[in-house]
């Protein structure tokens, strides 16, 4: 143990350092997950379209939602 150091400091650098080197899943591997919110059937505040289920959305304040990208309106 380094001086200076309490055994609770030592404890949170070696997880910290655990945490920092882990991949990106078990065992390196990919997980699947796309780390995105999901808000199907909400109302987006800035463009005023449904959110689609397989859309990524973002929470605007407490209540409000909104398209991590707009679709792009075509008409």
């Known amino acids: 143990m380094t001086a200076g150091y309490t055994p609770q400091q030592s404890v949170i650098g070696s997880e910290s350092k655990r945490l920092a080197d882990a991949g990106p899943g078990e065992g390196g591997k990919d ?38 990208v707009c679709p792009v309106v075509t008409d």
């Open 31 to 68: 997980t699947g997950e796309d780390h995105f919110a999901h808000a199907s059937g909400k109302t987006c505040s800035a463009c005023g379209r449904a959110i689609e289920p397989k859309q990524a959305a973002r929470r605007r304040g407490e209540t409000d939602w909104v398209h991590d």
